[in-house]
């Protein structure tokens, strides 16, 4: 059984970065479909990014971070991280990574499961 483990988050002001990690316990994350998400308050959970297996292509993005997200693996640590630029209010949510079941590239929160307990993003000034 996989487990993750989101960190990163944090306070910020807009147009700062962070950098989030999902750590993966039990087994190696390049094995699977690695996706990203986020949830604001009183919204639905969101897909962010995903990235697929190891050597089997590429990364996907929602259209509301495209060009200032990027999803990246370090197989080196096991995790799978999400490097966020020119953050925006709007970015505010926790954030989560999970994994997908069939092991497709996805944005759709229903087809993931395994996820972590989330960490919490706030951009403001």
């Known amino acids: 059984q996989v487990q993750l483990v989101e960190s990163g988050g944090g306070l910020v002001q807009p147009g700062a970065s962070l950098r989030l990690s999902c750590a993966g316990s039990?087994?190696?994350?390049?094995?699977?479909?690695i996706g990203w998400f986020r949830q604001a308050p009183g919204k639905e959970r969101e897909g962010v990014s995903c990235?697929?297996?190891?050597?089997?292509?590429?990364?996907y993005y929602a259209t509301a971070v495209q060009g200032r997200f990027t999803i990246f693996r370090e197989n080196a640590k096991n995790t799978v991280d999400l490097q966020m630029n020119n953050l925006k209010p709007e970015d505010t949510a926790i954030y989560y990574c999970?994994?997908?079941?069939?092991?497709?590239?996805?944005?759709?929160?229903?087809?993931?499961?395994?996820w972590g307990q989330g960490t919490q993003v706030t951009v403001s000034s």
């Open positions: 039990g087994s190696t994350l390049a094995n699977y479909a």
């Open positions: 999970a994994i997908h079941r069939s092991g497709w590239v996805s944005l759709f929160p229903a087809e993931f499961g395994s």
């Open positions: 990235i697929g297996k190891m050597n089997t292509g590429g990364a």
